[in-house]
């Protein structure tokens, strides 16, 4: 059994075999991430899309490897749906520009004060109110689902996922690496950001329920994460 509640298929098991046991497990993964994406993107697409994952794991799945087939597809299945979400993605370049120019306001007064930035310091430093930086934070939010994978490809760390279920010696430290930058930039940001990280990612509590944690409001959780976000740009691209 595993973390999905599929049950381990026999190694001898047929791509037909592998397939049809592990249809719960496209269905598991695309609520899973269902309930942590914006209301636009469909569950249906997120199925159709699981399902091209589950028929690419099962034919390129060697058993004799030794890893189980449920790990190896789970993957796939994931790396799937989030690619179908990306392709979905139609936010305006201007969304991407003011992305930019809010990370490379924060990484320039972040440089200059020794301290994490603030709110009023970026609106001023870009010459906005604060409710137009507000502003930029919710379309950062609603464009798209920023992942920690998302911050390693912006730094040009981009890495495809290995056919192989198992990595080669340079792939695994290059990964470890990126593992390590990231964990050390996120332990550079204000406390709050940290929690609401830790929440989404770890807990993968979701920002009506990390609101209800945090007493605020599920817009105000958006703002934050946002913010956390375009922080975390800032750091990984020095």
């Given amino acids: 059994m595993n973390v999905y509640g599929t049950a381990a298929p026999d190694v001898f098991e047929s791509k037909d075999e592998l397939i049809s046991t592990n249809l719960s497990l496209v269905k598991r993964i695309a609520h899973h991430l269902a309930a942590r994406l914006p209301d636009t993107v469909e569950l249906d697409d997120l199925l159709q899309a699981g399902m091209i994952g589950l028929l690419e794991a099962a034919s390129n799945f ?9 790990t190896y597809a789970g993957i796939r299945i994931r790396g799937a749906m989030l690619d179908e979400v990306r392709k979905q993605d139609w936010t305006p370049r201007s969304v991407y520009r003011k992305q930019r120019q809010v990370s490379e306001m924060i990484r320039s007064i972040e440089a200059n004060t020794g301290r994490p930035a603030e709110a009023r310091e970026i609106a001023e430093g870009l010459g906005i109110s604060l409710e137009d930086y507000f502003e930029i934070l919710r379309d950062t939010a609603g464009c798209r689902l920023f992942s920690l994978d998302e911050t390693r490809d912006e730094s040009g760390y981009a890495r495809e996922l290995p056919s192989s279920t198992t990595a080669t010696p ?12 990231i964990a050390a930039a996120i332990l550079k940001l204000p406390e709050r950001e940290q929690l609401v990280l830790s929440l989404y990612y770890e807990r993968e509590l979701n920002l009506k329920e990390i609101g209800e944690v945090l007493g605020v409001s599920e817009s105000r959780v958006c703002q934050i994460h946002s913010q956390a976000a375009l922080r975390l740009r800032a750091m990984m691209s020095n």
């Fill in 170 to 181: 340079d792939e695994e430290l290059n990964y470890d690496q990126q593992k390590l930058q």
């Fill in 62 to 70: 060697d058993a004799a490897r030794g890893a189980s087939f449920e």
